[in-house]
């Protein structure tokens, strides 16, 4: 099993920037055997969105929404990704999601609210 903690949600005016976290923990065997995290999210009545992922080896992948603007990176010593958001906008409102991979296996958080404000 694979816990997911969330943090750094808040409200953020437009144009502005903020940095989500996400800890992984559980057993050696667990994390060591995640392939890939990353964040989504969903927004009132609309459907879970991808946002971005990457790899244990560092390979990053974008929603279209997103491209250019929000970078995800990940601390494997701190079992943590994160998710730096920039320029953002009144439709990046949601709340957002992390995710962890393993073979077989998917483990989401509880997710952090994120409101952009115009």
């Known amino acids: 099993q694979v816990q997911l903690v969330e943090s750094g949600g808040g409200l953020v005016q437009a144009g502005g920037s903020l940095r989500l976290s996400c800890v992984a923990s559980?057993?050696?065997?667990?994390?060591?055997?995640?392939?890939?995290m990353g964040w989504y999210r969903q927004a009132p009545g609309k459907q879970r969105e991808l946002v971005a992922t990457?790899?244990?080896?560092?390979?990053?992948n974008y929603g279209d929404s997103v491209k250019g603007r929000f970078t995800i990176s990940r601390d494997n010593a701190k079992n943590t990704v994160y998710l730096q958001m920039n320029s953002r906008k009144p439709e990046d409102t949601a709340v957002y999601y992390c995710k962890a991979n393993r073979v077989g296996s998917s483990y989401w958080g509880q997710g952090t609210q994120v409101t952009v404000s115009s």
């Open positions: 990457i790899t244990s080896d560092g390979s990053a």
């Open positions: 559980g057993s050696i065997f667990s994390i060591i055997s995640i392939n890939s």
